[in-house]
């Protein structure tokens, strides 16, 4: 009996979401080496709120990756020896992050219930000594290794929370030990210093902020992690699913409908824009015409008529994707491209007035009169210049994306009903909300999930605005870095 | 003034030229019409007389530009282009895809009304809503009432809208009972129907504006007049009031401006949530039902008003501040 290899599956999202962090590894390098950008950066960082947040953005595009290495599992099937071994795969794609809350997955309940519950929320008629009697079953996985629930439950979630709690504790002293040492190797600080400094937010870039962000979501994580492979941690929905792992499931399309869409309106915007500013005349024309034709019709509408064709495209083409989880996958990124081509109007629109001041200053009018041709002038000399709000409009549009999927999800015309998303739990808990007495977990849970991802993001997105808009700066007088020494 | 105005009815008359002739060439080229007939039936055995049949009902069993078997003009006219696309210019209609959907046009303009009642108090209201607590924050600007009024303001608009209508309908209507979680009545009893939903909307979208304001008028309180008329003794909500909201206008009626095609379309969203029969439901209930005709038709509203509403501002404009000039 041979190990079987499973079978890797790249999905198009996948392939897109590595190939945007090779990109981010590469823009990383490039900061690195250029000051002008470093001390931009270094501007965002010194933003308490931008610091955090790119904690909790980080800990997000850690699950996106870890969800986007997608695989068929190769079935054991029972070979016998004369055959050649014929390898089947299972029909499910899972993902890293699948395997490793595989637990989650696999303890299905019945239907609803309570957060951390032992018990069903909905009532049976259950034999109880002979008589027949209204109550709330016992769950298959929730809390099934109690003997004796009704004693033990609370000491069992408290032991649970505490130990988390002082595991979180030491992993966040441990991490935060092992930045100061970064920054006092850096800085050349003695260790103390270091400490003291940090402590005093008397550093460069706000590592104290950061360093609570990470505290704190530790000390979050760390009873989570206790709890979730026994209890339901946010409860069940109707099916019996674990919302917290659908939760963390939605984190991915979010974030791949935030970055994918944003950056499919590139291209165009980019390549557009800067041709509309820099030749003028009819091809100005033109562009002004296209984007003032894309953006007249309601953005809603255009994607609905947009999706729905896709819909009716998908449908007579089932030969595109083996399975079903292909499919979804390739609604969402046709979703993304449909967000991008339907778009760009507005950073086109930017672009093009920018495109427009700087072909008439003199470096520009140098290159001409040296022989530079125009493409290689758009190119070299006003795109690195326009780069910064190309960077300001692309995070910004990143929490306006999440936001929109909810609704598009809403109208019917977001990611497939199969998917996990965010705006497919707000639209189940919709009517939840509605129920006797309420089931109110799921909805929490989304609402908890998306406003900290989006809150992220948007604390992110003015800090790099403040950052590299060089007008935003203007009035925009900064609080230096913990001015006041005591003693 | 009224060349200039004629110019741009003119560059608006292009522009839904274009828009038109971009969905026709979605709907009808890119899937074919038999396409949109197996999945409006449905199922999966689906009969080429049953497509043919849905096809005649519709009138899509037409030739698409130019019908040879007919003489004259209506070589041309005879087709699906000018029945369903050309026609849309004279606010014709037609018949929607759906079995019981009916006549289109009749359907916008009694469901228009509704979608009016809702979203015109709510524009109203928005912009002096958004541009009171924008000058309230600039007034406090640079303390602590400034700061945390922003951090507000992002964490308002970080809240999708789907949460403020559902616990808004939690609270209000099911909670204390001061609303009804849906309906809709004609004539004066809307009131109570609409009053939940407008306020909700009206908050969910305040963040958002309230925090855009006060960037525009951050942008002019730095200016040369301004310490002009403070240097001159007015007081600060003289100053803001009579001075930089009156510079500000511009940017905060292009802002509003575009809103206001939804004042006639409706909001999406929050018409369905509350059952409200306006033009947003109407496009919702057209897309689960993948009537093709109905989301035609709304495109082309929308671009029709928003090709109005952009002539209206630019109207507004030489209104607000003489010095602009309609070329």
Redesign the interface.
Known sequence: MTTMLPKFVLLWTDAVMWALMVALLVYARMVWRSPNLRASWTLVFRDAAAFASAIVLGLCLLLTLLDSVHFRRALTTASTEATAPSVAYDTRTQSLLDVLLADLIDSREATYSRPLAYQSFTLESLTVEGEVRRLPPRLLHGGAHLSDPANQWSGDIARRVAGGLAIGAIVALLLSAWTVRGVARRQGWAWREAVARVWRDDCDIRWRAALMTLTGLCLLAGPALLLMNDYHLLGTDRTGNDVFYQALKSIRTAFVIGTLATIATLPLAVGLGLMAGYFKGWIDEAIQ?LY??L????N???I???V??V???L??HPELFETGAERADLKLFLLCAILGLTGWAGLCRLLRAEALKLRELEYVQAATAFGVGPWRIIARHLMPNVMHLVLITTVLDF?GLI?YE??LS????GVDPSMNS?GGM?NL??SE??RDP?VWWS?AAA?GF??TL??AA??FA?GVRDAFDPRAR??R?RRTPAPVRAG | MLSAIVRRIGYGVLILIGVNLATFFLFFTVNTPDDMARLNIGGKRVTQEQIDKWKVERGYDKPLYVNAARQGSERYTDTIFWERSVSLFTLNFGRADAESAGDIGHQVSSRMAVSLQLALPLFILQVFASTAFALLLVMFRQTRFDAWGVVLCVVMLSISSLFYIIVGQFFFSRMLRLAPISGYAPGLDAIKFLLLPIALSLFARLGGEARLYRAMFLEETGKDYVRTARAKGLSEPRVLTAHVLRNTLIPIVTSAGGYLPYVFLGSLVFESFFGLPGLGAYVIDAISNQDFAVVRTMVFLGSLLYVLSYIVIDIAYTWIDPRVRLT
């Open positions: 015409y003032t034709v953006s007249s019709v309601p809603v509408l255009l609905a008529a947009c729905l064709m819909q009716v495209y449908d007579q929490s936001l909810a609704v809403y109208v019917g015309v965010f707000i808990a919709r909300m509605s309420v909805f609402f998306m406003v989006v809150l948007n604390f003015d203007v009035f007088a």
